[in-house]
């Protein structure tokens, strides 16, 4: 099976490519730590968006905002048309199908093996398959990241590299129309960072999906951003193509290009 499960929808002719996230004046703080202090972005359809940011900056606090795991104090969020804080909890519960998020760790269950890990998300969503169809999600899954041997193994009989292509198994199992991607590369030596960075571009062809990627990878901004958005100090400051960045005088800018 090809492509999301939902319809895509073509954009208008003239209107330009569909806004699939729209993030709009996004404000959440802990406390006293202002973490977003009016944060606003777009993503398109098809397109791959990265987010770079110091440590601590809210790079994570944003993603979550984007699927209901952290609720804004202030500000919208749009996705696939929607406003995630005004849906209930079914028309969220639906919604979140239509998104996967890899995350920071790639969270398998330890006492699970690969294929029960995979399955997961098939059991709990609300569109019912037979066992031949589950099987055949899995086995494709697994087929996707070059892993179809490994389905009866347990998460501590995998390298760190292997662990992170199952959980991208796991996350694009339900063939999300959107995907997060929260640091896919980080603790991964340059090589199997790179064949990660490259498998996502590859399920991103055959998917058409769309990304907001955090990470503070070279070989993520160079060959799997169209656009690079800098958050700092909470907000958005500046955006563009990695060689646009690259070449900007800012040092603000410049500081995230040094170790790059
Ligand atoms: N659930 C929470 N409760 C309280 N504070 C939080 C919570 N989640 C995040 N924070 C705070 O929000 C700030 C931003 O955290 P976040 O995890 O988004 O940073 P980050 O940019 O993802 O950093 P890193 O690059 O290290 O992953 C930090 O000061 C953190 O302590
Ligand atoms: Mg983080």
Redesign the pocket.
């Known amino acids: 099976m090809e492509g999301a499960i939902h319809s895509k929808m073509k954009p208008a002719a003239g209107v330009g490519p569909e806004v699939v996230i729209r993030m709009r004046d996004l404000h959440k703080a802990?406390g006293a730590?202002k973490?977003l202090k009016g944060f606003d972005l777009d993503v398109r359809r098809g397109e791959n968006v990265m987010v770079l940011?110091?440590?601590?900056?809210?790079?994570?606090?944003?993603i979550k905002c984007i699927v209901g795991l952290?609720r804004p104090d202030q500000g919208q969020v749009m996705v696939l048309g929607q406003d995630v804080y005004a849906l209930g909890q079914d028309d969220l519960d639906h919604l979140r199908v239509r998104i996967g998020f890899l995350f920071?760790s790639s969270a398998l269950y330890d006492s699970m093996t690969v294929r029960e890990n995979l399955e997961f998300p098939l059991r709990r969503h609300w569109f019912a398959q037979s066992a031949e169809e589950r099987d055949a999600l899995v086995k494709e899954a697994l087929e996707n990241v070059g892993l179809e041997h490994t389905s009866d193994l347990y998460p501590s009989e995998l390298s760190g590299g292997m662990r992170r292509r199952i959980g991208l198994a796991r996350t694009l199992i339900l063939k999300p129309e959107i995907v997060l991607y929260?640091?896919p590369t980080t603790g991964l030596d340059p090589i199997t960072g790179k064949e990660i960075v490259e498998l996502i571009l590859r399920l991103q062809k055959k998917y058409g999906t769309s990304s907001v990627i955090?990470s503070h990878d070279l070989n993520v901004a160079k060959l799997a951003a169209n656009r690079i958005a800098i958050?700092m100090d909470g907000r958005n400051y500046v955006e563009g193509s990695y060689d646009e960045l690259r070449s900007m005088r800012d040092p603000v800018v410049q500081q995230f290009f040094i170790f790059m």
């Open positions: 802990f730590n973490v940011g110091k440590s601590g900056s809210g790079k994570s606090v944003l952290l920071q929260d640091e955090i958050l």
